[in-house]
């Protein structure tokens, strides 16, 4: 049932490429004895996740993941849930419950109301059953609208998608959360395709997600034979010592605090280092990752208690706490810091062209548009909306968003003029986004509502600044804040004038 069409994949094509021009996250420099070990300090993961709430699941896919203890994600569709009771003790022995929507439908079938819904009725069915938070989902047919999209941002801390062009996530990459791949099942294919999938995830050391419908016994969508599917299980089972297998909503939290940590910024007190993150008010609780932290006569607290290594250097570090302290650490973070802050630095130049969110590109007179760089903080975003604009509709596709982020971008002595695209594809009326862009410091546009000057949804927009000089640090620096939702930009230019 969440099989998508020909027609689907072919449209979303373009924008998967667009997606593989994506930065990876800076990680810790090799000199820093300090980092999360990926994968729970296994050498790849992998995520059994179900769909739909096949009673066949009940029947068989769970006893024989459980008499194997491994465990799984399944997506439970709201409405039509049956057999609630076995649900609710498949939860407490360890399976994970993930939301799947409440019918079902096509995006292009849902109404705002629905997609609100969609969402948030089924997460407080399913929190009721499984006794704990639901905070994971997969799309139906692989769909994603704005719409729908809006309400798993606010739900969930991560959510599968389909098939895509990279199945296996190494830890470099930075995915999109909201979207990450998976491999599905199918009748027609032989055990070799499963077991060469776990082949290619341990060697590339990465986490792959497979979408498993049916199994044999049920008239569901594309039921694959039991045979094959007990001699898979098996398989990982023999692969246990070096693969974590585990449900979606685990290896996906641990992945992600660990990419916060890589960003945390050390602070150095006396003989103490600290370091101080934020969980997002949407994560599970009781995360805990393994920390390979160096040096002698080392102590290592969280809220004030001590940490004690589970072998030699590696550490349990609680994302709950927020906080970890390092007492005697062999690790100098004041000369670390600049190049945890800065990875490489940008060279200075007459012209920028850069796709928010994007990759290269040219543009319909031939100039050149690189992949976004410059930026700190924000999110990216792409979209499939037909957008309208004078030229270059495309520009407008990718964006960068946040209540706060900036560019920096290095430029020579002289007058320059910063031209930014827009295109509002995302809240629907008047006044539901509003922010300020600064230049230098400098307030250029106060208040701007990007609907409201577009006049339209999915109506690309200029806004060009004149008079522009670079900063003391030879940069123009542009800062999107928020007042209303978040700000965004698709695209910036910045021509050397005089
Ligand atoms: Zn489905």
């Not at 057999?83 to 022995?93: G, H, I, L, P, T």
């Not at 439908?105 to 997460?123: F, N």
């Not at 991560?158 to 909201?178: C, F, H, I, K, V």
């Not at 960003?263 to 280092?273: F, H, L």
Request: net charge neutral; with cysteine; charged share 25%.
């Amino acid at each position: 049932m969440s099989q998508p069409s020909p027609l689907r994949l072919s449209r979303n094509l373009p924008f998967i490429l667009l997606l593989l021009g994506f930065l990876a996250a800076p990680a810790f420099p090799k000199d820093v004895p300090f980092r999360v070990l990926p994968w729970n300090g296994y050498k790849a993961a992998l995520s059994l996740t179900y769909d739909d709430g096949d009673p066949i699941h009940l029947d068989v896919a769970i006893p024989e993941m459980q008499k194997r203890d491994l465990r799984g994600t399944f997506f439970l569709i709201g409405k039509p849930l049956t057999r609630d009771d076995e649900w609710k003790k498949a939860a407490e022995s360890g399976q994970e419950i993930g939301n799947h929507t409440w019918t079902h439908r096509h995006t292009s079938e849902l109404t705002g109301a629905d997609e609100k819904s969609e969402v948030v009725q089924t997460r407080a069915k399913l929190e009721k059953l499984a006794g704990k938070p639901v905070l994971t989902l997969a799309y139906p047919f692989v769909e994603i609208s704005p719409g729908l999209r809006k309400w798993v941002e606010a739900n969930d801390f991560e959510a599968r998608g389909g098939g895509q062009s990279q199945n296996y996530l190494t830890p470099g990459m930075d995915p999109d959360w909201m979207n990450l791949p998976s491999q599905a099942t199918m009748t027609a294919f032989p055990y070799e395709t499963y077991q060469s999938w776990v082949d290619q995830d341990l060697s590339q050391g990465a986490w792959t997600l497979l979408m498993i419908h049916a199994i044999e016994g049920s008239t569901w969508y594309q039921p694959i034979p039991k045979d094959i599917y007990l001699k898979f299980l098996d398989y990982l089972v023999e692969k246990k010592s070096e693969l974590w297998i585990a449900p979606f909503g685990e290896v996906g939290a641990y992945w992600r605090a660990e990419k916060w940590l890589e960003k945390v910024e050390p602070k150095k007190a006396g003989k103490k280092t600290v370091l101080h993150w934020k969980k997002p008010s949407v994560f599970p609780s009781g995360v805990v990752l393994k920390a390979h932290i160096e040096g002698g006569g080392l102590v290592v607290t969280q809220g004030g208690k001590a940490v004690l290594p589970l072998s030699p250097d590696v550490y349990p570090v609680a994302v709950d706490a927020q906080e970890l302290t390092l007492e005697n650490a062999a690790w100098i973070p004041e000369k670390v810091a600049p190049a945890a802050a800065a990875p490489t630095p940008l060279p200075s130049q007459e012209t920028w062209r850069i796709r928010a969110g994007g990759a290269d590109a040219k543009d319909s007179a031939g100039n050149p548009w690189a992949k976004d760089q410059g930026f700190q903080d924000g999110d990216i975003a792409v979209t499939d909306r037909p957008i309208t604009a004078k030229r270059d509709a495309d520009l407008y596709r990718t964006e960068r968003w946040g209540k706060d982020f900036s560019y920096a971008l290095p430029v020579p002595q002289g007058e320059y003029q910063v031209r930014l695209l827009f295109a509002e594809t995302y809240v629907k009326k008047p006044g539901e986004r509003v922010f300020d862009i600064l230049i230098n410091g400098e307030r250029v546009l106060g208040n701007f509502d990007l609907l409201k000057s577009a006049g339209a949804m999915d109506k690309g927009l200029e806004k060009t600044f004149k008079g522009i000089r670079p900063d003391a640090d030879g940069k123009i620096k542009i800062r999107f804040t928020a007042s209303v939702q978040n700000a965004k930009v698709c695209a910036i230019e910045v021509l050397k004038i005089h």
